[in-house]
C-alpha cells in the first residue's frame, strides 16, 4: 500500500478524533441530561471531516484573522485548532515597518502543514501571487489589459511588474523601434497579455498590440476627415535625411525637407525631436495609397513675393554668410531670401581665388543690392560696392610719372609686384627692369621683401592695372650712343660671346657691338669660333649705329684697309720731292697692286661692307 500524503495523515488523525469527542461527549451527556442524544449521526461526523479536509488541503488561499504579532512570526486564526504561522518579513513594508495588526483580516495561502507539531505554515505573499495569476487568467480569457511598471532592461526587452515578474519584448514596446531604451524604465503602462504559463512562471506582454488597436480606430477617423488645404496638428514620428514623418492620428505623413522651410535647411534634426508637436499643412492627399504630403512653410508668406521692394537694386543690405563655394559665398537676407556675393565682387584690388579668403561661414556683412530676379529666386550681391574704389582717385595720387617707393611682394617670371597702397600692386615688367641688362628672371636682380622706387608709367583703371618702371629712373644710353660711338670711329671692347655668325664686343655696360663674320678679315671666314676667347680685348671700328633696334655694328678688316691705305698715303708724300716720273711711275705700280686708286677706297662708305667686300672681290 503507497504511504499516505501528509494531508491524508493529518484529515484522518483529525476524523480520530472526532470520533472519540463523541464517544466522550455521549458519556457525559448522559449523566448530565437525559434529553441528550447519546450518538451522532455518522452523516455530521463525515461532514465535519470533509470540512477540515478542504480547509487545510496545500495551495489553498483561505482568509484568517490576526491574533498575535513577534518578532519573526504573525500567528494567523484560519478556524483550526492550531494557529498558522506567518514570517514576519511578508508584513514588512518598503521602509521595513511592520504593516500587522491583531484582528486584521488577511488572505493568506496554505503552505505546508507540520503533523509532528501540529502546526500550519502560511504565505501572505503567496496568497497574493495565486489572486494575481487568477486576475492574468481571466484578463488573457477576456483579452483585457494589466497595468504595470517597467522595472529594468533585460536581454532582448525589458522585466515588468505586473504583481508577478513579466517579461516585454523590445519589439511589442512600440510601434516604431525605440532608441533610448532606459527612457522607457518607471514608465507605468497599459498591456496586452500574449501569453502565460503559471507552471514555468512565464508572462509575456505586449503594449504595441494596444498601440495599433488605438491607431486602427484613429486611423479610418483620420482618412475620413483629411483634406487638401487643411491645416492639422501632427506628432514627429520618425525623422530622415531627407524628411520628417509625422502622425495624424493613425495615419502618417511626410514632411519634406524642402517643404520645412523657406530658409535653408541642413536636416530636419536641426529643427525636430521625435515627439514634437507641429502643426502641419495637407499639400496632397493620395486616399487609394494613403498617402499624405505635408508643408509647414506653406503656413507663412513666400517671403521672395516681396523681396523686389524690400530688397530694391543699390541699396546696403545686412546678412549672414551660410554656405561658400568656389565662385562664390551665399548671404541669407532673411530666411528664405539669400543672394550670391560672387567672388569677383569682394574686393577692387585683390584677385579672389576662394571666398573663404575673405569670409567664413556664419559672418554677419553688409553688401550693396546689385541685381534681383524674384521669378528666378536670385539676388545678386557686392560686397567691393560698400566701400570707394580706390581705382578712382589712384590716377589722380599717382599721375604718370610720379616716382614711387614700395617693397616687392611678388615675383614671377614677368615681372615684379610693388606694394603701393589700399592693397593695389604696380607691375614691373621683366623688359622695364634695366635699359641695359639682359635679365633672364626677374629674381636675378631682386628678391621679395625688398624696397625699390619706379616711376609710374601707365594706370588702366578698366583692366585695374598699374604699370611701373624701374629702368626709367635713368635716361636710356642708346639715346646719346651715336654721339659716344661716331662711325668710323676706333674703339676697344672686351669679348663676351663668339657665335658662327660674329663676335660680340661689350664696349661699355650693357651695349654691346657685333663683329659679323663678313667684318673679320679680307679673307673669308667660315666662323670665328676657335679663333678669339671671351674676354680678351678686341679692338675695331664701327660701322653703323642703329639706336631702335639696339645694335652697333663693328669691322675689324675695315681696320686693315685703313693701315694699308694710310700706309701709302704716308709713302706717297714722302715720295712727292723726287722728280715726278719716278712718283708716277710709283703710282701706277701701286695703282695696280691694290685694284683702285686711294681716292677711291676713301669715298666709299664704310657703312656697307657687304658692297665693299664684293668690289674688293
Known amino acids: 500500500m503507497e504511504e499516505m500524503t501528509n494531508n491524508e495523515k493529518v484529515n484522518q488523525n483529525n476524523l480520530s478524533e472526532l470520533q472519540a469527542m463523541s464517544t466522550n461527549d455521549s458519556s457525559v451527556d448522559a449523566d448530565r441530561s437525559e434529553g441528550v442524544q447519546k450518538e451522532e449521526t455518522m452523516e455530521s461526523l463525515m461532514s465535519m471531516y470533509e470540512e477540515s479536509f478542504k480547509r487545510f488541503a496545500e495551495g489553498e488561499v483561505v482568509t484568517g484573522r490576526i491574533i498575535a504579532v513577534d518578532k519573526d512570526y504573525v500567528l494567523v486564526d484560519i478556524g483550526y485548532k492550531s494557529e498558522g504561522q506567518i514570517r514576519i518579513h511578508e508584513f514588512k513594508d518598503e521602509n521595513g515597518e511592520i504593516q500587522a495588526n491583531i484582528n486584521d483580516e488577511v488572505e493568506v495561502m496554505v503552505e505546508f502543514w507540520d503533523e509532528e507539531e501540529e502546526r500550519v505554515v502560511l504565505s501572505k505573499e503567496k496568497a497574493a501571487k495565486v489572486k494575481v495569476w487568477e486576475s492574468i487568467r481571466e484578463t488573457y480569457e477576456a483579452d483585457g489589459t494589466v497595468e504595470g511598471v517597467i522595472v529594468s532592461r533585460v536581454k532582448g526587452g525589458f522585466s515588468v511588474d505586473v504583481g508577478l515578474q513579466a517579461f516585454l519584448p523590445g519589439s511589442q514596446a512600440d510601434l516604431r523601434p525605440i532608441r533610448n531604451l532606459d527612457e522607457m524604465v518607471g514608465q507605468t503602462l497599459s498591456f496586452k497579455i500574449l501569453k502565460y504559463n503559471r507552471k514555468r512562471s512565464n508572462i509575456v506582454l505586449s503594449r504595441r498590440a494596444i498601440l495599433e488597436s488605438e491607431r486602427e480606430s484613429k486611423r479610418s477617423t483620420t482618412l475620413s476627415s483629411i483634406t487638401e488645404g487643411q491645416v492639422m496638428k501632427g506628432t514627429v514620428k520618425n525623422i530622415t535625411e531627407y524628411g520628417v514623418f509625422v502622425d495624424l492620428g493613425g495615419v502618417d505623413g511626410l514632411l519634406h525637407i524642402t517643404d520645412i522651410s523657406w530658409g535653408r535647411v541642413k536636416h530636419p534634426s536641426e529643427l525636430f525631436t521625435i515627439g514634437d508637436e507641429i502643426d502641419v499643412k495637407v499639400l496632397s492627399f493620395d486616399l487609394e495609397k494613403e498617402r499624405v504630403s505635408l508643408g509647414m512653410k506653406q503656413l507663412t508668406p513666400d517671403p521672395w513675393t516681396i523681396a523686389s ?309
Open 309 to 617: 521692394k524690400k530688397y530694391a537694386v543699390g541699396s546696403r543690405v545686412t546678412g549672414t554668410v551660410v554656405s561658400l563655394t568656389d565662385y562664390g559665398a551665399f548671404v541669407e537676407l532673411e530666411e528664405g531670401v539669400e543672394g550670391l556675393i560672387h567672388v569677383s565682387e569682394m574686393s577692387w584690388t585683390r584677385k579672389i581665388r576662394h571666398p573663404s579668403k575673405v569670409v567664413n561661414a556664419g559672418d554677419k556683412i553688409e553688401a550693396l543690392v546689385l541685381d534681383i530676379r524674384p521669378e528666378n529666386r536670385r539676388i545678386s550681391l557686392g560686397m567691393k560696392q560698400v566701400a570707394p574704389n580706390p581705382w578712382e582717385v589712384i590716377s589722380e595720387k599717382y599721375p604718370i610719372g610720379t616716382t614711387i617707393e614700395g617693397k616687392i611682394k611678388n615675383i614671377t617670371d614677368f615681372g615684379l609686384f610693388i606694394g603701393i597702397d589700399d592693397d593695389i600692386d604696380g607691375l614691373v615688367h621683366i623688359s622695364d627692369i634695366s635699359w641695359t641688362k639682359r635679365i633672364k628672371h626677374p629674381s636675378e636682380v631682386y628678391k621679395k621683401g625688398d624696397v625699390v622706387q619706379a616711376i609710374v608709367l601707365d594706370i588702366d583703371k578698366g583692366s585695374e592695372r598699374f604699370s611701373l618702371g624701374i629702368k626709367q629712373l635713368h635716361p636710356d644710353p642708346w639715346k646719346t650712343v651715336k654721339e659716344r660711338y661716331e662711325v668710323g670711329k676706333e674703339i676697344s671692347g672686351i669679348v663676351t660671346n663668339i657665335t658662327d655668325f660674329g663676335i660680340f664686343v661689350e664696349l661699355e655696360e650693357g651695349i654691346e657691338g657685333l663683329v659679323h663674320v663678313s667684318e673679320i678679315s679680307k679673307e673669308k671666314i667660315k666662323t670665328p669660333v676657335g679663333q678669339y676667347n671671351v674676354g680678351e680685348e678686341l679692338t675695331a671700328k664701327v660701322m653703323n649705329v642703329n639706336t631702335e633696334e639696339r645694335r652697333i655694328g663693328l669691322s675689324i678688316k675695315r681696320l686693315e684697309f685703313d693701315d694699308e691705305e694710310s700706309l701709302l698715303k704716308d709713302y706717297v708724300t714722302n715720295m712727292k720731292p723726287a722728280t715726278s716720273s719716278f712718283g708716277e711711275i710709283l703710282s701706277e705700280s701701286l695703282k695696280e697692286k691694290t685694284g683702285d686708286t686711294a681716292e677711291k677706297k676713301s669715298s666709299k662708305k664704310i657703312s656697307d661692307p657687304v658692297s665693299e667686300e664684293k668690289s674688293e672681290e
